[in-house]
T-cell receptor
Framework: EAGVTQFPSHSVIEKGQTVTLRCDPI?????LYWYRRVMGKEIKFLLH????????ESGMPNNRFLAERTGGTYSTLKVQPAELEDSGVYFC?????????????FGPGTRLTVT | RKEVEQDPGPFNVPEGATVAFNCTYS??????FFWYRQDCRKEPKLLMS???SGNEDGRFTAQLNRASQYISLLIRDSKLSDSATYLC??????????FGSGTRLSIRP
């Protein structure tokens, strides 16, 4: 079974540019999460989708970040315009519905560098 | 104060040693608890869930003390391959998931 995949693995952009990160969860997983780890800090929750609906987006830093999950399959996270402090590793995770959904499966992450 | 706090580390122990990590959490309403392992520049991977009665998986034992809001992980007979960062993760709702900053473990031959 394929795991969670993320694209791109690395992205280097200039301040002010736009970047879109993509996450493909494990097939059949209703829950999809985005997380971010900035240098030297712990992994922080950004938002949670259940199928195509945003269950909780309380962790989104500001309105420069927009996440979508049209059709309840893959998700995108767009940063527009990017700022220096957005640099970090963005992880996506998925889990099935119900109690089994307490265990999350992480993708390899996208390392974003804003210069 | 952070919602989930872990031993700062790094821990540097010889192969075969027993090592213990601690984690405390501040939200008494927390429901689920996990230990994840993260290798350098890799994604976190679930090591084990932590149950109230304590649970064991091979050389790994996890304990939960709800009264003290404390979680522990014990690794016995450590192997070189156990070298990694160990993340304490606490869930208080379907969405609210808090990660500790991790404890780095290095096993030396």
């Amino acid at each position: 079974e394929a795991g969670v995949t993320q694209f791109p693995s690395h992205s280097v952009i200039e301040k002010g540019q736009t970047v879109t990160l993509r996450c493909d969860p494990i097939s059949g997983h209703d829950n999809l999460y985005w997380y971010r780890r900035v240098m030297g800090k712990e992994i922080k929750f950004l938002l949670h989708f259940v199928k195509e609906s945003k269950q909780d987006e309380s962790g989104m830093p500001n309105n420069r970040f927009l996440a979508e999950r049209t059709g309840g399959t893959y998700s995108t996270l767009k940063v527009q315009p990017a700022e220096l402090e957005d640099s970090g590793v963005y992880f996506c995770a998925s889990s099935p519905r119900g109690l089994a959904g307490y265990e999350q499966y992480f993708g390899p992450g996208t390392r974003l560098t804003v210069t | 104060r952070k919602e989930v706090e872990q031993d700062p580390g790094p821990f540097n122990v010889p192969e075969g040693a027993t090592v213990a990590f601690n984690c405390t959490y501040s939200n008494s309403a927390s429901q689920s608890f996990f230990w994840y392992r993260q290798d350098c520049r890799k994604e976190p991977k679930l090591l084990m869930s932590v149950y109230s009665s304590g649970n064991e998986d091979g050389r790994f034992t996890a304990q939960l003390n709800r009264a003290s809001q404390y979680i522990s992980l014990l690794i016995r007979d450590s192997k070189l391959s156990d070298s990694a960062t160990y993340l304490c993760v606490v869930r208080s709702s379907a969405s609210k998931i808090i990660f500790g900053s991790g404890t780095r473990l290095s096993i030396r031959p």
